[in-house]
Nanobody
Framework: QVQLLESGGGSVQSGGSLRLSCVTS????????MAWFRQIPGKEREAVAT???????SYNDSVKGRFTISQDNAKNTLFLQMNSLEPEDTAMYYC???????????????????WGQGTQVTVSS
């Protein structure tokens, strides 16, 4: 079983920055793909950014150039640096992991094998 714990959410003004962190507790299960998803109440969950075991990354078009996904394998931690935040970025953000898949294929998914509890990001205008 893989456990994921997010932190770093909060409230910022438009144009501000936040850095989300996700500490992963991995057992013997492989995780080829790590991802950040977000969900607004009443809307479908969407993948924001993904990274695979080779370090390849993929981004939702709405965040390209503003968000950066990275990982520290030594610390089993996934990050999402979010710059130039907009009110439209307001959502619950979830860390997720999947046993199989590359960065691009994970970006197309609606579901993953493992999920964190989420951290709220609120951007005010």
């Amino acid at each position: 079983q893989v456990q994921l714990l997010e932190s770093g959410g909060g409230s910022v003004q438009s144009g501000g920055s936040l850095r989300l962190s996700c500490v992963t507790s991995r057992s013997t299960y492989r995780t080829d793909c790590m991802a950040w998803f977000r969900q607004i109440p009443g809307k479908e969950r969407e993948a924001v950014a993904t990274i695979d075991s080779d370090g390849n990354t993929s981004y939702n078009d709405s965040v390209k150039g503003r968000f950066t996904i990275s990982q520290d394998n030594a610390k089993n931690t996934l990050f999402l640096q979010m710059n130039s935040l907009e009110p439209e970025d307001t959502a619950m953000y979830y860390c997720a992991a999947d046993r199989y898949g590359g960065a691009w294929s994970c970006l197309q998914r609606k579901d993953m094998d493992y999920w964190g509890q989420g951290t709220q990001v609120t951007v005010s205008s």
